[in-house]
């Protein structure tokens, strides 16, 4: 059974840094483009980053580039994303992705960003 299981999401101030990590299962991870999307209410889903099958490759939003990482461990079938700098308007649910010949979600984490 396909699972996307996010974690590491929480409430952090102005300026603070936080990791999510997406723990994949079910599925040949290594064969999949992984993406992190992040959605507000009221707002349409963001891409936010992608990484190539082989981490050979990342892409970024305008909004967080030189902010956010993110990588990739296929031994750990594991996606994270290291956030920087956070600001109040990166606050969202964020969603992590597994593309290929289809897309499997999770069921997204809160980042709270706020003092």
Do not use: H
């Not at 289809?102 to 997204?108: E, I, P």
């Amino acid at each position: 059974q396909v699972q996307l299981v996010e974690s590491g999401g929480g409430l952090v101030q102005p300026g603070g840094s936080l990791r999510l990590s997406c723990a994949a299962s079910g599925f040949t991870f290594s064969m999949y483009v992984m993406k992190w999307y992040r959605q507000t209410p009221g707002k349409e889903r963001e891409l936010v980053a992608s990484i190539t099958s082989t981490g050979g490759n990342t892409n970024y939003a305008d909004s967080v580039k030189g902010r956010f990482i993110i990588s990739r461990d296929n031994a750990k079938n594991t996606v994270y994303l290291q956030m920087n700098s956070l600001k109040p308007e990166d606050t969202a649910v964020y969603y992590c992705s597994a593309s290929y010949l289809r897309a499997y979600w999770g069921q997204g984490t809160q980042v709270t960003v706020s003092s």
